[in-house]
């Protein structure tokens, strides 16, 4: 299984049309593709993907593209079956769950930047957030390692990455 990347962003500060930096995620591999694209629309899509997931995380707006991509291609192919119905990745959950746990430790905590922290602060977020059983709480830290949310410092001190 691939490690996780960091994702494309779109920056667009003016009126005029924007470069649309992409990076779509398949198993396969991943590419980079620049294109000019309306910034309206840019800004149309991205709403788009907000009101459909909640909020733009990490992997959505590729997952999106990619998937707009195949469907166009597929309609002027006259087939569907090369469309892709998979779910994106579990990506955009754990750094859904990243921000809560980081909004948890902004709360109760105090931390204005979060950077260290001890891993009994972490531990207590988790369980807070997603469940108190001792399993849950490794699932969510096993996943923040698998993609590089977090990294240990000490056995007893972590970093947040992203």
Known sequence: MHELEEFFQVWNHSS???????EV???RK?????????????????????????KI?????????SQ???????????????LVHKPPNPIPNVFQVK????EYLRGTFGYE?????PKNHLMMA???????DERTVKKWIRLFEKYKVIKWVTPSMLEFLA
């Open 113 to 117: 930047q979060i950077y260290k922290i």
């Open 99 to 102: 921000e809560q746990v980081k």
């Open 126 to 132: 988790i369980s807070s957030l997603r469940g108190t």
């Open 68 to 82: 707009a991509l195949q469907a166009w291609m597929s309609a002027h192919k006259g087939t569907q079956t090369e």
């Open 16 to 22: 005029k049309p924007c470069v649309f930096s992409l």
């Open 57 to 65: 995380s990490h992997g959505l707006l590729g997952f999106e593209v």
């Open 25 to 27: 995620h398949f198993v």
């Open 30 to 54: 991943k590419v980079k593709l620049g294109i000019w694209v309306d910034a309206i629309l840019v800004e149309e899509f991205r709403r788009f993907v907000a009101e459909q997931y909640g």
